[in-house]
């Protein structure tokens, strides 16, 4: 069966970019579906879950330390060859986790996936950028923004339905068949995009180095979440993840081809904009992993009420991400990039002040407020920074933008649950002494908390404003007609 022919490039750059979403959708989804699962998993397989949260944490050591080294290697091979390999290994992933007769095969079917999902999100904005002309970058990348949000927004909901009407292997077996789509389109409509000069030689030292350091940082970062940075475990990471970085730069200030091009990093938009990325994730996860304690802890709401809050933050980014990359394609990605942290702070400073008993409706207004930041800032952001790369370094840039990200939200999850956590006994503390009534001490002590750690938000995101306003504007981009793509292998 020959590739589908297409009467024109226009056609084919929304084809590329129906198929990346559809990939996109997929590999979001297992951010958050798998969630609502763990509870139950960790009761049918009789385990506690200091084992069954390895279920997740052997997923996002193999997702986001195989990132970059995947995307390194689809510039210069091949992205189109890396990709595919990778929504296979995803899809072998679902197939093992839904066969999977214990924990531990759990597990390791759980680090397969994760393999796969390695190129689903360092290589799709790379995939997406190649394709289209420089006046239309945002446009596209804020419709894949928007796919993302719809897999985030549907996962929790998607996964209590599964779960409850045909028990947790649906979970996995029911993406199957979204995964194979993905595959089989990737396969017959995306060309293949590479580099390759004839010259490639792998980084095998920075590799090994680059993989070991990451995962030793996520390892910190799971294990610091949930013991404390004190935790032997973590300490122990996190001076490996430490030696490995050294070991890392060393390798690659020496190698002729590194994995990271320096060069990418004297730019100062793609530089700046990585850095205003980075910094809004762990912003933006402080307050999306405080907001469940909030309404739970302080406002009593139950679970379910709990996450249709969620998805009220989560909507708005799925709804303003494709507006916010077209407006950045006609006046720019600075302003709105700006803009976007501007009403970051304003939402954070005000959930940070709604205290034992907030107006309903300012609630669910702040809280959309936020979403509609994420979504305004994101899509332009990430079109600066890659748009910024040469074209034979897409794959990594992309990969850079989205492993900065995924380190900005995994450190903040860490640091923000152990920062509360503190904050929270010691105002329990001093509450209970005064109200001497346990429940009323709880639901001051995490509201009080809750406004002091979210007040270390505020100056993360103010951090990321500042990394906005002093990087610049990316040069103008050419017409679409004069625009030309990469060439295609």
């Known amino acids: 069966m020959n590739k589908i022919a297409f009467s024109d490039e226009d056609n084919y750059k929304w084809w590329v970019l129906f198929t990346v979403s559809l990939g996109a959708v997929t590999v979001s989804l297992d951010s958050s579906i798998l969630i609502v699962c763990l509870p139950t998993l960790a009761r049918i397989f009789r385990t506690d879950s200091s084992v069954i949260g390895w279920v997740n944490i052997a997923y996002l050591t193999m997702s986001q330390s195989l990132g970059l080294i995947l995307a390194r290697i689809g510039d210069a091979r091949g992205r189109k060859m890396v990709y595919m390999t990778g929504l296979a290994f995803y899809t072998a992933g679902l197939v093992a986790c839904a066969s999977a007769q214990g924990p531990y095969q759990l597990i390791l079917a759980r680090a397969l996936q994760g393999i796969g999902a390695a190129t689903g999100w360092s290589l799709t904005m790379a995939l997406v950028v190649a394709v289209f002309p420089g006046v239309e970058r945002g446009k596209a990348l804020g419709t894949l923004a928007g796919a993302y949000s719809i897999g985030l927004v549907a996962g929790p909901i998607l996964g209590g339905f599964l779960l409850d009407g045909l028990g947790w292997r649906a979970v996995f077996y029911m993406r199957i068949p979204l995964a194979l789509g993905a595959l089989i389109l990737a396969r017959y409509v995306i060309r293949e995009q590479r580099q390759d000069d004839g010259n490639f030689r792998f980084d095998f030292g920075g590799s090994i180095s680059l993989f070991g350091c990451l995962s030793a940082l996520m390892l910190f970062f799971s294990f610091s979440g949930k013991w404390g940075f004190g935790n032997f475990s973590a300490l122990t990471s996190g001076i490996c993840a430490v030696a490995l970085l050294g070991l890392f730069l060393f390798v690659e200030f020496r190698t002729a081809q590194p994995i990271i091009n320096p060069r990418l990093f004297g730019r100062r938009l793609f530089a700046a904009a990585v850095v205003a990325g ?103 952001n990430n079109s600066d920074a890659i748009g910024s790369a040469p074209k034979g370094m897409l794959g990594t840039a992309s990969a850079i933008v989205s492993t900065v990200r995924n380190i900005g939200s995994a450190g903040s999850v860490a640091a923000t649950s152990a920062v509360f956590s503190v904050h929270e006994a010691r105002y329990f503390r001093r509450f209970y002494a005064v109200l001497a009534d346990a429940a009323e001490a709880k639901k001051a002590a995490v509201a009080a908390g809750f406004h002091d750690t979210l007040m270390i938000a505020v100056v993360v995101a103010l951090i990321a404003l500042g990394a906005s306003l002093i990087r610049g504007s990316r040069p103008k981009a050419p017409s679409r007609k004069g625009s030309r793509q990469e060439p295609q292998g």
């Open 278 to 380: 980075g910094f809004q994730a762990a912003a933006g996860m402080t307050a999306l992993f405080l907001i469940p304690f909030y309404l739970s802890g302080t406002l009593g709401y139950s679970g379910s009420a709990t996450g249709i809050f969620m998805a009220v933050l989560a909507v708005p980014v799925l709804i303003f991400s494709p507006i916010a990359g077209r407006l950045s394609d006609k006046i720019g990605a600075h302003l709105l990039a700006g803009s976007g942290m501007v009403l970051f702070l304003i939402g954070v400073i005000s959930l940070a002040n709604f205290g034992e008993d907030p107006n309903f409706f300012v609630m669910v207004g702040t809280i959309a407020l936020i979403g509609v930041s994420m979504g305004i800032f994101q899509p332009p």
